[in-house]
């Protein structure tokens, strides 16, 4: 079974320099949703933005090269990849021939696509961009826009999730808002080693309270729960508590062993985000 328990978070690791797709581990997000009352197709779309900062391969002459790599994995896929594993196969790369960039990108490309859609009935692809020591420079540092829940000067008592804490103006007019916090804080399912990230929640419907939101997301910080799993939860929490005509919520968490995970969700159809790194990242 493809359970976190199963993978080698937590273990110590044979670290492979020649090229396994072996070492990619999925793990159904099934069972996770199925905890957030999610059964059938998801009220959300979105995608996983990855960026992998430790990428290497050696051309045909030996020559060692290294890249920025972008992933997109959509939430459509059935599987999540566990992150140590997903080190661990782009590890495998750092002494393995290959021609060129465009063929590890194909190569990346493939066993990233079989692995998060391993086990659907009709599989489709996953977005993968190579930036080359060239465009390095063109990489910019961003926050994530809207208005900061972090000003709020407010008491947190509440450190695993605490949905009630999520309450909404409903006898007042509709508002739209883009609301931010550099708060989030949640733990890695499996060892329990902190997940540090910020978050942004766009909507439309009736006014959330700040304060209570602002607390909801300080309440994750003892939670044992993957990236994407936070994202979704919080998604599902706010739809249901808050009733928004429309909801996206996108977190940008630090990187932990030169990757970063930035999951995105949105209750319609939106552009993804440019999948563009913070300060803290």
């Not at 419907?205 to 909801?216: A, S, T, W």
């Not at 999951?263 to 939106?270: A, D, N, V, Y």
């Amino acid at each position: 079974m493809t359970i976190p328990e199963h993978s080698q978070l937590g273990k110590a690791s044979a670290y492979a320099d020649q090229y396994d797709a072996s070492l990619l581990f999925p793990i159904p997000r099934a069972g996770k949703r199925a905890e957030i009352g999610v059964t059938g197709a998801p009220p959300f779309l979105g995608a996983d933005l990855w960026t992998a900062f430790e990428l290497s391969w050696l051309n045909r002459r030996g020559k060692p090269q290294v890249a920025l790599a972008h992933f997109t994995v959509p939430c459509e896929t059935p599987n999540i990849i566990e992150s140590k594993s997903f080190k661990l196969y782009l590890n495998s790369f750092n002494n393995t021939l290959f021609t060129d960039a465009a063929e590890v990108q194909a190569r990346l490309r493939a066993d990233i696509g079989e692995a998060a859609w391993r086990g659907a009935p009709q599989a489709a692809s996953v977005g993968v961009k190579l930036l080359l020591p060239e465009m390095f420079d063109r990489e910019p540092v961003h926050e994530l826009d809207g208005l900061s829940l972090d000003r709020l000067d407010v008491e947190c008592t509440h450190y695993t999730p605490a949905p009630e804490l999520l309450t909404a103006a409903f006898d007042e007019q509709p508002v739209s808002e883009v609301l931010t916090s550099n708060l989030l804080k949640s733990n890695c399912l499996v060892t329990g080693q902190p997940d540090w990230g910020s978050v942004q929640i766009s909507y439309s419907g009736p006014q959330i309270n700040q304060e209570g939101l602002l607390q909801y997301l300080v309440s994750f910080r003892k939670h044992n729960e993957f990236h994407e799993q936070c994202v979704e939860r919080i998604f599902m929490d706010v739809w249901a508590r808050c009733k928004p005509a429309k909801l996206a919520v996108y977190a940008r968490y630090t990187r932990r062993g030169g990757l970063d995970i930035n999951p995105f969700r949105t209750s319609h159809p939106l552009a993804l985000p440019a999948n563009i790194r913070t300060a803290r990242q």
